[in-house]
């Protein structure tokens, strides 16, 4: 077998694990088998890393899958890479998509430019793709948008750019979305409420029972977006389930999920919105034919992958566990979190703290005071668990220096 080779800064040739990879998938065709231990070994070594970042460097900043995308994915991704000349998107996904959360079926015809008709699911390139049609759709001038404080803030900015005013509901103690608070300031010009769950960057998970009373205490003219894209790391099967169910019998409720984070595909760009045909239509009025054939497909076959799903969240959970147990012996407060990442007061300066653990140890982490300016906190992906090891390590010789 041919290997691939690339220039070190040393003017030496190494073999690259990005091309021994690509090779060793034409010449041996060992991802076919969908086989988790041969990626392994054709990505594996000592560095601490995660898939996808040089070697060395632990990024555990922005809630990526560090196990990687689903092997079923990338072997979609190669099987198609010679049709890329041809428009076309799955014709199955949407239909995946809907028996997955239990709404009815509608498949996209075989033209990538037909309508299809009487949609309940739009799926577009990530997330804020349909979030920006969302927001085109609701967040006129003079609409009031109301959201808690602080949070993932995307639809607070498009209010800005769209001329609607964005209402911030500040969290309760311990971070907890004030939903009595968000119901309060309903105005007779309030026309679209966020509730993000679990929120972000609280990791906080809202039972859907409180969020279905929540919803149907409220004018029903008022659009509610629920913002679920970390919900498939939620630790009860029952959670996980989400607010799908809400939206047969609530018209003014869009759910909204992406293939970013349990699926690992963030660099894919695969989002999608669930709520009635009339408010799908809508949608897809102001969104723009993104989608591509690689990733459509892609993201077909993450659906199917059960097992790297379940790995993901393994993964996930027994970090954030790493975690809670790392940082109760280490006297330092965190939020437990039902996402990927956990909160972390370091009851220091933040930047402080940001820059020393990626200027000597190479770790990056979320700077929560940069991001929502909450001094002294950190927000952390929990990775690999080497990267949690090299993080909780780096963590206690910062601590001790600052």
Known sequence: MRKTKTRTDSGQWSVSRRGFFKGALAGAGLLSVGSYEAVAQMVGGSSVRGWGVPPGLVQISGNENALGPSPRAVEAILGLVYNINRYGQNPDLL???????????????????????????????GSSDLLYAIGHTYLKEGVESIEITPGFQFVRRMADQFGAKAVGVPVLDGFKPDLNGMRNAITDRTGFMVVTTPGNPSGHL???????????????????LVDEAYVDFAENEADRVGAAPL????????VIRTFSKIFGMAGMRVGYAMAQPEVIRTINAHKANTLTMLSTHAASAALEDHEHTRRSREMVLNGKRYFYDQLKAMGVEYLPSESSFVMINTKADSDDIVNKLREEYNVLVGNARARWGIQGWLRVTAGLPEENEAFISALKKVLVSS
């Not at 075989?110 to 799926?123: E, G, L, Q, R, Y």
């Not at 809202?206 to 509610?224: A, D, G, N, Q, Y």
């Not at 939206?247 to 869009?254: E, G, L, T």
């Open 247 to 254: 939206i047969k019998d609530h018209p003014n409720v869009i």
């Open 95 to 125: 239909g995946q998509l809907a028996r997955r959360h239990d709404v009815p079926v509608v498949e996209w015809s075989d033209s990538p430019f037909a309508p299809v008709k009487d949609p309940w699911i739009s799926v577009g390139a």
């Open 206 to 224: 809202t039972p859907m029972s409180e969020l279905k009373s929540f919803i149907e205490s409220i004018p029903s003219r008022i659009m509610v």
